[in-house]
């Protein structure tokens, strides 16, 4: 708790640091934002003066700054330059498929990826373990991006199995947005047929993106089990007999869990 | 043959593909005879044939000639992002490794903050204020990237500082910035130079990605990332178009990684995944 408090002045620091750098490059560009608010090609002097007083650009650089970042404090980040909608709107309307998308991502590079290092690290050295190394090379060459396309070829396009994309198929009432997680809320309502339709909806693209941290979670679940897989209260659990699963997934990897959470919480950000 | 290629044949081949690569982004001539930008409507989103070995887009320009042509931007920027952070950073390790206890603790503080930057987000603030293209984002992106290196430099001094070689040149009386270049700076290089092979794999990555992502490469340079991007909208009649610049990236990072992978095993024995040791 007191390290989350102390690491909160850093994040605080580093977004106003990232946000001045931002709003000195756009000062530092060619072009005039007034000369474009007010019509570009044919507008008067007049014109531009008066587009430049409605957005606030005649104000000393320190003003402008200061309303600017009231502004996002305050959670006015003002309006798209392409839709001319709020630029909260569009985050509102697009967080929950993105949050949902990162969720079950994380879920399923979590299931995958514990069981996985703890087999590897409990038979250090065997096939299993000898395949993760290289296969997280191989995994972690592939642009993430194009991996994404070859799935949608093969899945949709080849094998006919699952949709090429959006969240639900067309026609299909989504349901009453309590969380806005399509698959909560279709639980909540008790709508299996949307449920369902969701969730081949989600599958292909959070798979491919637990890749990314699949990997990572393997590696240091399989380093954490190592470390404790010697040391002396699981011989002592073995040796008042406990069956080995139970050694192995009680005692050690209840112990080993810190940075494996470590990781998991770090990956999902 | 050198033992660094003693690795078996996956060592090899992974030397053979960063050859071929090299050899393309040099004389993209001696692989394909097409222009890679001629445009031919009347040929446009053909299969691969014979003519066109892996078919051709959607202004009938030829995809392999693209390809082809594509390892020189796509690699020159991995390696200019690379070189740029490696030499800054190592320097700056260098300095920090070498100063006193106070402007360390201050100087690596200013690295955590580079390090703490979410580096596609920044290169996406830096496009849109400076405009896109593949050289911003080579820019931005070496902005925060060389702290990882002076972070790593840094370790490498304050340990090889400790080693008696350096207290023996210290007493015959030689000069401070002089034992730092000539009997530190070349005890600290390997680790950093390990470090580097797999961090060009990395970097034709992140700059494929933002390629794709629009901020990078423009048409109609022929970039693999930014071919994978318009190759997208014709992925399912067309998909030969988004398959092989993806496979290209793919191929040639795979190598990469893997001569990475076993640079560090002979060079820097010490950092070796516990996987082998």
Not at chain 1, 163 to 185: E, H, K, N, Q, Y
Not at chain 2, 1 to 13: A, C, D, E, N, Y
Not at chain 2, 59 to 76: E, F, K, M, Q, S
Not at chain 2, 154 to 163: D, E, N, T
């Amino acid at each position: 708790m007191t390290l989350i408090l102390r690491r909160l002045p850093l994040l605080v620091v580093l977004l106003g640091a990232i946000s001045a750098a931002v709003f000195a490059l756009t000062q530092a560009l060619p072009g005039d934002p007034a000369f474009i608010a007010a019509g570009g090609g044919d507008a008067t002097p007049e014109m531009i003066a008066h587009a430049r007083a409605r957005l606030g650009l005649d104000r000393p650089l320190w003003v402008q700054y200061a309303l600017y970042m009231r502004n996002a404090v305050t959670g006015d980040f003002g309006r798209s330059l392409v839709n001319r909608k709020p630029v909260l709107d569009d985050l509102r309307t697009f967080w929950p498929a993105s949050a949902e998308l990162a969720l079950a991502a994380i879920t399923i590079s979590g299931v995958i990826g514990i069981p996985l290092g703890v087999l590897s690290a409990v038979r250090a050295g065997r096939w299993l373990d000898r395949l993760i190394t290289p296969g997280s090379v191989f995994l972690g060459s592939m642009p993430i991006f194009w991996l994404g396309l070859m799935a949608v070829l093969v899945f949709y396009r080849v094998l006919d199995l699952l949709p090429a994309g959006g969240r639900l198929t067309i026609g299909l009432t989504p349901p009453s947005a309590v969380t806005g997680l399509l698959l909560i809320d279709a639980l909540l309502a008790g709508n299996l047929v949307v449920f369902i339709d969701a969730l081949r909806h989600l599958i292909l693209p959070a798979c491919i993106l637990s890749l990314i941290s699949l990997a990572m979670i393997t590696r240091v679940t399989r380093a954490a089990m190592l470390d404790i897989l010697h040391e002396d209260y699981l011989r002592t659990a073995r040796a008042k007999g406990l069956s080995e699963t139970r050694v192995v997934l009680k005692h050690a990897l209840r112990n080993a869990s810190v940075p494996i959470v470590t990781v998991v919480g770090i990956q999902l950000g | 043959m050198p033992r660094f290629l003693q690795g078996g044949p996956w060592v090899l081949t992974a030397g053979a593909v960063v050859l071929v690569a090299a050899a393309m982004t040099l004389a993209p001539q001696l692989f394909t005879q097409r222009d890679p930008n001629a445009i031919a409507f009347l040929e446009r989103l053909q299969a691969p044939s014979l003519s066109h070995p892996l078919g051709t887009d959607e202004n009938g320009r030829d995809i392999w000639a693209r390809v082809v042509h594509g390892a020189r931007p796509t690699l020159t920027a991995a390696l200019s992002l690379i070189g740029l952070s490696l030499v800054a950073g190592s320097l700056a390790g260098l300095v920090i490794g070498a100063s006193g206890r106070r402007s360390d603790e201050i100087l690596m503080r200013v690295t955590e903050f580079f390090l703490a930057f979410p580096q596609i987000i920044w290169a996406l603030a830096i496009t849109s204020a400076m405009g896109r293209g593949l050289v911003n984002c080579v820019l931005a992106l070496a902005l925060t990237w060389w702290a990882q290196y002076a972070r790593l430099m840094r370790g490498q001094v304050l340990a090889v500082r400790q080693r008696e070689f350096v207290a023996a040149a210290r007493a015959l009386g030689q000069r401070e910035w002089w034992i730092l270049l000539w009997h530190v700076l070349p005890n600290c290089v390997s680790p950093v130079l390990v470090k580097s092979t797999i961090d060009v794999s990395l970097a034709i990555l992140l700059l494929a990605a933002l390629s794709f992502l629009g901020v990078g490469a423009q048409p109609p340079l022929p970039e693999w990332g930014a071919m994978v991007t318009i190759g997208r909208k014709y992925l399912l009649d067309y998909p030969w178009y988004a398959t092989f610049p993806g496979l290209a990236i793919f191929v040639v990072v795979l190598a990469l990684n893997i001569l990475g992978e076993r640079l560090r095993d002979v060079l820097d024995p010490t950092s070796r995944s516990p996987a082998r040791s």
